[in-house]
């Protein structure tokens, strides 16, 4: 008679929860540290925005006369609107268009550039590229206003001063955003496609606007907002470069208003620097509104960029 041993049981392996991960039913571990100090930054940065806010709606006796954070008893936002349009024959008007015109054109001028100099960075080899390539990097780390005096000598030799290129022109060539679009272009094109379109029978420059650029849309869009927010923003460049206060761009101009507030110069009035303060706020709502509307172009193109094909 034989006789038959049940079959072995194999147990399953004991798994031991990895440190830090996060277990099913389990809510996740807050950080009282790491709280604190993304409110103190949420502070740092929203609270000289709502100072603006609040400024804006007062008269430049409540400036120094009411707390800086609330309100006055009489606010005025509107009547400081209308008086900042109104100064000076409405010269606020033609600043803000030129500085539109001055962020737009050397905003889309710079992300081509950026691109079109990314791409050859990034799909194209040739002798010195690396050098190349380095020097890029090297001018990356230079700042903008050593720049600004050789600049304006290389300009008025030129004899560009005191006209709108003087501002666009130098706007144009961003390293850093050369940069950007070459470690972008590198995963964001896939050599197939290209090399598919090749085959295809197309040239490099329509493969470039016809492909590539499309798949570098959103490194494009990253590019753009940060050469518009910087042309919007720049302050000493137009200072050295412009006389003419028609060509003033918002930055300047305002700052004009405010030494003639200080001075009480040629055209300043008890209101002067409560206008300061509101064509400040109105400066920034068109930045707020191009980041409102290419932050999801902005978004998707740091994701992108940033996971290998």
């Known amino acids: 008679m034989t006789t038959t041993t049940p079959p072995a049981t194999i ?65 005025q936002l509107l009547t400081n609107i209308r008086e900042t349009f109104a100064q000076d024959d409405g010269v606020f008007v033609h600043w803000l268009l030129n500085t539109v015109v001055y962020a737009v054109v050397s905003a ?68 850093f955003g050369l940069y950007l679009m070459r470690v972008y272009a590198q995963d964001a094109v896939p050599d197939s496609l290209l090399e598919a379109a090749r085959i295809d029978g197309a040239g490099e420059t329509r493969i470039f606007f016809r492909i590539a650029l499309r798949l570098l849309a959103p490194g494009l869009v990253t ?32 700052a004009s208003w405010a030494a003639q507030a200080q001075n009480g110069g040629a055209g300043a009035s008890s209101d002067m620097l409560a206008l300061v303060v509101t064509g400040s706020l109105i400066s920034v709502v068109p930045l707020v509104v191009a980041f409102l509307m290419l932050q999801r172009y902005w978004q998707s193109g740091l994701a992108t960029g940033g996971v290998k094909q």
Do not use: C
Not at 34 to 55: E, R, V
Not at 109 to 134: M, S, V
Not at 246 to 253: K, R
């Open 108 to 175: 889309v001028g710079a992300a081509l550039l950026a691109a079109a100099g990314g791409y050859g960075f990034a799909k194209f080899r040739f002798r010195g590229d690396r050098a190349a390539f380095n020097l890029v990097l090297g001018a990356v780390m230079v700042p903008t206003t050593a720049l600004a005096i050789p600049t304006y000598l290389l300009f008025a030799k030129a004899g560009l001063v005191n006209t709108p290129w003087a501002i666009i022109l130098p706007s144009l060539v961003n390293p």
């Open 11 to 75: 147990s399953p392996p004991v798994t031991e929860p990895v440190p830090g991960a996060r277990t099913k039913g389990r809510r996740p571990r807050r950080s009282t540290p790491l709280t604190i100090a993304m409110l103190a930054a949420l502070a740092y940065f929203l609270l000289p925005l709502l100072w603006l806010l609040i400024a804006s709606t007062k008269s430049t006796q409540d400036l120094f006369n009411s707390f800086g954070l609330w309100f006055s008893h009489t606010p």
């Open 223 to 254: 590019v753009l907002l940060f050469t518009l927010v910087a042309t919007w923003n720049n302050y000493f460049l137009p200072l050295i470069m412009l006389n003419d206060p028609n060509l003033y761009p918002i930055t300047v101009g305002l």
